[in-house]
C-alpha cells in the first residue's frame, strides 16, 4: 500500500494550503483517514480525522481553519489549510487505518512571518 502526500510548501502566515494524499488502495474499505503532523522537536500529532460515515475530528488549534475530506472514488485524501499560523509548521502525513494502519511519507509544510 502506498499513500502519496504532496501540496506542502512555503506560505506565509494567514496563507492557504491544500494537502493532497493519493492512495493506491480502494478507500472504501478504509474506516478512517486522518492527517498528522510532527513539528521539530514535537511529538506526532493526530490533526484531523474523517470516517467512512462522515464524523470528523479536529485538534482545537486548527478548528475552523482546517478541513479534512476524502474522495473514495479517486482514492484521495485532503486537507485544506486556510489562516494558516506559524505555529501550523511541520512535516503532515496522512494515514488511514481499520484493520490495518498505513502511512504516507511526510510534506513539508513552512509558514513564515
Known amino acids: 500500500v502506498q499513500l502519496q502526500a504532496s501540496g506542502g510548501g512555503l506560505v506565509q502566515a494567514g496563507g492557504s494550503l491544500r494537502l493532497s494524499c493519493a492512495a493506491s488502495?480502494?478507500?472504501?474499505?478504509?474506516?478512517?483517514v486522518g492527517w498528522y503532523r510532527q513539528a521539530p522537536g514535537k511529538q506526532r500529532e493526530l490533526v484531523a480525522s474523517l470516517t467512512g460515515g462522515g464524523t470528523t475530528t479536529y485538534i482545537d488549534s486548527v478548528k475552523g481553519r482546517f478541513t479534512i475530506s476524502r474522495d473514495n472514488a479517486k482514492k484521495m485524501v485532503y486537507l485544506q489549510m486556510n489562516s494558516l499560523e506559524l505555529e501550523d509548521t511541520a512535516v503532515y502525513y496522512c494515514?488511514?487505518?481499520?484493520?490495518?494502519?498505513?502511512w504516507g511519507q511526510g510534506t513539508l509544510v513552512t509558514v513564515s512571518s
Open positions: 488502495i480502494s478507500l472504501f474499505s478504509i474506516s478512517t
Open positions: 494515514s488511514l487505518w481499520g484493520n490495518s494502519r498505513y
